[in-house]
Each structure stands twice: as C-alpha cells, then as structure tokens.
C-alpha cells in the first residue's frame, strides 16, 4: 500500500517535497516511482527511485530540477521538487510493483498505486 502527501499551492520558483508511506511489502526490494497527470493530458513518469535508495530515471522535464529518494527506515519515499514551474501542476501519484524496476533510461508502468496529490503552481 503506498500513500502521497505533501501536495499543494505554490508560486513558480517555489519549492515543495512529496512523501509516500509505504507498507505491506518490503520496501527495500521494490523501486518506488513517481508519475503525474495534468488536466486533459496522459499520465506521464517524472522520477524514479530503485529499490536500495539510488536515483534513477528522471524525465527531461525534471532534470535538475526534481529528485527521488528514498528513506529505508522509514519506508518513505521522497519526491523533493525546486524551482516549480506552472507546466508542473498536476496530481502526482507513486507507485510500485513487485517484478518491474526503474533504470536510469527508463521508467515501466508500475502495477500498484497509491492515492494521488495534487500539486499547483500559480502565482
């Protein structure tokens, strides 16, 4: 089961992190990934973060910009976001699955999701 939080109205240039609470599984075997989805467009992956904790693929559109980690002890992962801009409003989700990973070049459609948050950037 995972859960995001950490959703919310900020102006462009601010800053926010997203959490997921993890549990039911082991959260040190499953890579935890991040994808979003703005009014009237597809789904699409932002970040993601493999199994162990290291960062892996993060779209173009993030690039410096967004960072994926992961919190082992807590079962928590992270999705730290700087210098927002209006293009990034959307409800970001996470998710995992037990037999797809994440690699540095690409991001698989993970089977189990967690609730979405909705993120705003707005002045």
């Known amino acids: 089961q995972l859960q995001a939080s950490g959703g919310g109205l900020v102006q462009p240039g601010g800053s926010l992190r997203l959490s997921c609470a993890a549990s039911g599984f082991f959260f040190n075997s499953q890579s935890i990934g991040w994808y979003r989805q703005a009014p009237g467009k597809e789904r699409e992956g932002v970040a993601c973060?493999?199994?162990?904790?290291?960062?892996?693929y993060h779209a173009e559109s993030v690039k410096g910009r967004f960072s994926a980690s992961k919190e082992i002890a807590k079962n928590t992962a992270y999705l730290q976001m700087d210098n927002l801009k209006p293009e990034d409003t959307a409800v970001y989700y996470c998710a995992t699955d037990p037999v797809l990973w994440c690699g540095n070049t690409y991001m698989p459609n993970f089977g189990s999701w967690g609730q979405g948050t909705l993120v705003t950037v707005s002045s």
């Open positions: 973060v493999s199994a162990s904790g290291t960062p892996m």
